[in-house]
């Protein structure tokens, strides 16, 4: 039997369970074209972002590019989502944006990754891919903390960047991160109707 591909840090029991239901659902060829699927469109998300992001910096510096976070990545999630037909976005334990608060799959697999660095062996961010009770497959990529990252979620944030993510974000928790430091990450998951159509190709002109 062909072994599932993961790059995967596991919480303890989660191994088994993915193991147990890929059993159960006896798809491996849906779930690995999911996952291809699925780290296609974390790096489409990570590539839009990251330029909406660095433009506003040379722009507006950074409490400017508040705003704009605030703006193109519910944007940038929305759009990932209806093209493709998986529920697209970022997560964290520490979020910014109280509607990217974890649910209880992705909280699991973000505290496995807490205490090691966010970057795998072959220099890539680490991620997860598996299936849920509910028969949806899920998976994960680590945001890593970059030195970019630290005007808006280091130790040290200056005053006016202070007031916008108070302005835009009232509830926030997504400061004092250090370069390297696991700060969220894009999760991406497929319920059953998006499945069929990943299985029947409906989704290839999309991704």
Known sequence: MRSFPLFVLFAPGLLCACTSD?????????????????RDLA??????????????????????AVGVCAEMAPVIAAQLSEESGAVVRRTALKPRNPSAAPDHREEQVMASWASSSPMGTDGKPISWAGWSDDGSFRYMRAIPTMPMCLACHGEAIAPDVGAAIRAHYPGDRATGFRVGEMRGAFSIRWDKAALRRVASGEAAEAL
């Not at 990570?46 to 400017?64: N, S």
């Open 43 to 64: 790096d489409r998300f990570q590539k839009r972002l990251f330029v909406a992001l660095t433009t506003a910096l040379e722009r507006d510096g950074a409490a400017g």
């Open 22 to 38: 890929m059993r159960v659902h006896g798809n491996q060829e849906i779930a690995a074209d999911a996952e291809v699927r699925s």
